[in-house]
C-alpha cells in the first residue's frame, strides 16, 4: 500500500499570501494518478488538481499543481478568504488501491 | 448537471450491517465509462476510500474493509449502495458517494455525504 504524507499539518497564512502544500508518497506514484481535493467544513470534498497538474473544470489559475515521483506540490499562488480550508492529495495504484493523505489545513493568521 | 445523492439509516447498532444507497441524477449510470465509488470520513479525521463499483458490475475494494464490505449497482433505478458488515463504533463516519473517472480514477462529482453513527 502507497502511504501519502502531508506537510505541514496546519499552516497559517494571511489573504494575498502565496501557499505551498507537500504531498509525499511511500512509493513512486505515477502523475497521471495523482489528485487534490479541497474541503470546507460541512462540505464534500472537491477536486481542484488532477493528473498531478491539471487543473479541474471551473478551478481558479491561481490553484497549480506540480510534482512527480515521490514528490508533489499544491501551490495557491495568493489566497482568497474562500481558500483557507483543508487540502488532500490521493494516489491511484496498483492492486488497485486508492489512499488519500492525512490533509493540510490552510487557516488564517 | 450530475448529482449524487446518499441516503439510508444514520443509526446503526454495533455488529450490525450498515447499508447506503447513492442515487445518481443528471445522468446515467451506465450510459458512460464511470466507475462509482465509497469513502468515509470519521468525524475530525481524514478520507478514507471504500470501494468502487464500475455499471457491469465489476468492484474492486479497500484491502483493510474488503472482508466487511459489498458494492453493488442497481442500473434500473441509476443507483448504487453500500453494505459494511460487522459494524463497530470505528465505523462511525460520513459516507460519500462519488463519481470515478476511468482513466485516473480520481472522484469528480461527491454526494453531499450522509453521517452514520454506530451505537446502541
Known amino acids: 500500500e502507497i502511504v501519502l504524507t502531508q506537510s505541514p499539518g496546519t499552516l497559517s497564512l494571511s489573504p494575498g499570501e502565496r501557499a505551498t502544500l507537500s504531498c509525499r508518497a511511500s512509493?513512486?506514484?505515477?502523475?497521471?494518478?495523482l489528485a487534490w481535493y479541497q474541503q470546507k467544513p460541512g462540505q464534500a470534498p472537491r477536486l481542484l488538481i488532477y493528473?498531478?497538474?491539471s487543473r479541474a473544470t471551473g478551478i481558479p489559475d491561481r490553484f497549480s499543481g506540480s510534482g512527480s515521483g515521490t514528490d508533489f506540490t499544491l501551490t495557491i499562488s495568493r489566497l482568497e478568504p474562500e481558500d483557507f480550508a483543508v487540502y488532500y492529495c490521493?494516489?491511484?495504484?496498483?492492486?488497485?488501491?486508492?489512499?488519500f493523505g492525512p490533509g493540510t489545513k490552510v487557516d488564517i493568521k | 448537471q450530475l448529482q449524487l445523492q446518499e441516503s439510508g439509516p444514520g443509526l446503526v447498532k454495533p455488529s450490525e450491517t450498515l447499508s447506503l444507497t447513492c442515487t445518481v441524477s443528471?445522468?446515467?449510470?451506465?450510459?458512460?465509462?464511470?466507475?462509482w465509488g465509497w469513502i468515509r470520513q470519521p468525524p475530525g479525521k481524514g478520507l478514507e476510500w471504500i470501494g468502487s463499483?464500475?455499471?457491469?458490475?465489476?468492484?474492486y475494494y479497500n484491502p483493510s474493509l474488503k472482508s466487511r464490505v459489498t458494492i453493488s449497482v442497481d442500473t434500473s433505478k441509476n443507483q448504487f449502495s453500500l453494505k459494511l458488515s460487522s459494524v463497530t463504533a470505528a465505523d462511525t463516519a460520513v459516507y460519500y458517494c462519488?463519481?470515478?473517472?476511468?482513466?485516473?480514477?480520481?472522484?469528480?462529482?461527491w454526494g453531499q455525504g450522509t453521517l452514520v453513527t454506530v451505537s446502541s
Open positions: 463499483i464500475y455499471y457491469s458490475g465489476s468492484t
Open positions: 493528473g498531478a497538474s
Open positions: 512509493q513512486s506514484v505515477s502523475s497521471s494518478y
Open positions: 443528471g445522468g446515467s449510470i451506465s450510459s458512460s465509462s464511470y466507475y
Open positions: 462519488a463519481r470515478q473517472t476511468p482513466h485516473d480514477y480520481i472522484f469528480d462529482y
Open positions: 490521493q494516489q491511484y495504484g496498483s492492486s488497485p488501491q486508492i489512499t
